[in-house]
């Protein structure tokens, strides 16, 4: 259970970005990757209205909220590090190393689009960054977001085709084919889409870690009712929310361009939208809501374990549901299974005190040390 005097906002971060992460890579995962990668495929009006609203509320946003955790991560291990007198470059190294090793496995047999590689070579660099300032953190971290859009746009633009072979193989791989074949083509797709989603989303990767490494700095991550999280509620949520909505239904409907356009622009607004509007449901939970948190705290193993579940009911290799299902259902399923992670997880940790993939991250980050917490 949550302790009294733990802070609340990170628990709650972690799940609502948990719930918002899932719905969106499912689109990925229970259908065309390749056909679907830039321009968003709908059959029904069902599918066309859920990828609208997952374009609108969760796309590139619940990667910006995952982001400034990691950048509250970091602050939280510098400050248990302080505490156990332990030496905070090695960990910090450690625990880089045990991210890069999950990712490469992770996105190879299970899911390509994994976020976890991506983390570990842009978490490298905030490393340097450690000892900034707040006032340095916010400003580098604003700059960074609006870098971003500078360099990812025009990638985004940047003709992408695709030949009838390509999309034969993956339907091969997902529809009947066996686990090795899905492999092959999720390594294979890995391999592609590291170094774009580096271009596309590693730079503002980096500026919400230093935001939320700027968080744990200032106080404002252990104080949900500070000021400034009511103004980024105040100024960004509705506006964000609505611009964003506005830019999905563009990028659906058209114009294309100008839809993503506002879609990547608007994102880190309804991020810090999201972040006052989570600042505000911080309160002390009841005890249902509190085993959720506390199995929310073990996001590592639900984000994993969603990819290794969703892959094993979409593809060929389990129910075999690949592009079976509208994107309605698909989303559902993904909320299900999240959900009934959540359950697991709080058995498990009633048991247990991490979850089994923080502790596998745990024993490496602290390998070599005198102790492991």
Known sequence: MISSDRALMPDYLRLVALFGIVIVNVQFIAFSTVQGFVAPVGETVGDVVTLWLVNGLALLKTYGLFSFMFGVGLGFLMRAAERRDLPFGQIYRNRMIGLLGLGIAHGCLFFPGDILVIYAITGSVLYCLRNAGVRTLV?????????QLAVGLPLLFAPLETSAEILEYERAAFDTGGFGEAVIFRSVGFAFTVPLFLAIQGISALGWFCLGLASVKSGMIDAADHPLWARARRVCLVPGVVLSLIGAGMWQWGPVAGGVAVVVIVAPITTLGYLGLIAALSRP??????????????????YLGQSILLSSIFSGYGLGLWEDLSRTTATAIAVCV???????LSIWRHWFRLGPFEWVLRRITYAGTRTVP
């Open 285 to 302: 939970p009841g005890p249902v809501v509190a085993r959720a948190l506390s199995a929310g705290g073990s996001s590592l193993s639900i």
């Open 338 to 344: 999240t959900l009934l992670l959540i359950v697991m």
């Open 139 to 147: 400003r580098l971290g604003a700059g960074l977001l609006v870098l």
